[in-house]
């Protein structure tokens, strides 16, 4: 497995060989790499919030959940 040094190192001399006309395509890449990158970062930490919920309210709320789809999904069946 390569170190991350090293993928560094590569992806440094990639863009050292790419035309000038192009880094700002790469800018651009990059960007939305890292919005993708903050965005899963962002919903991932919300999946903690259930690791210490009491189990009465957890019940409760899938009771609820059931009862809601159950709900919408006879209208849109109707």
């Known amino acids: 497995m390569?170190?991350?040094t090293q993928i560094i190192q590569?992806?440094?001399r990639k863009i050292r060989?790419?035309?000038s006309n192009k880094l700002?395509?790469?800018?651009?890449?990059?960007?939305?790499l890292e919005q993708t990158t903050e965005k899963a970062s962002k919903i991932l930490s919300f999946a903690?919030?259930?690791s210490n919920i009491d189990e009465s309210a957890y019940?409760?709320?899938m009771d609820n959940?059931?009862?809601n789809r159950n709900k919408n999904s006879?209208?849109?069946n109707e």
């Open 65 to 67: 959940l059931i009862k």
């Open 2 to 4: 390569i170190a991350d």
């Open 48 to 50: 903690a919030s259930w």
């Open 17 to 19: 060989r790419n035309p």
């Open 59 to 61: 019940n409760q709320f």
């Open 24 to 32: 700002n395509d790469l800018n651009e890449y990059l960007s939305k």
């Open 74 to 76: 006879r209208r849109f």
């Open 10 to 12: 590569q992806i440094l």
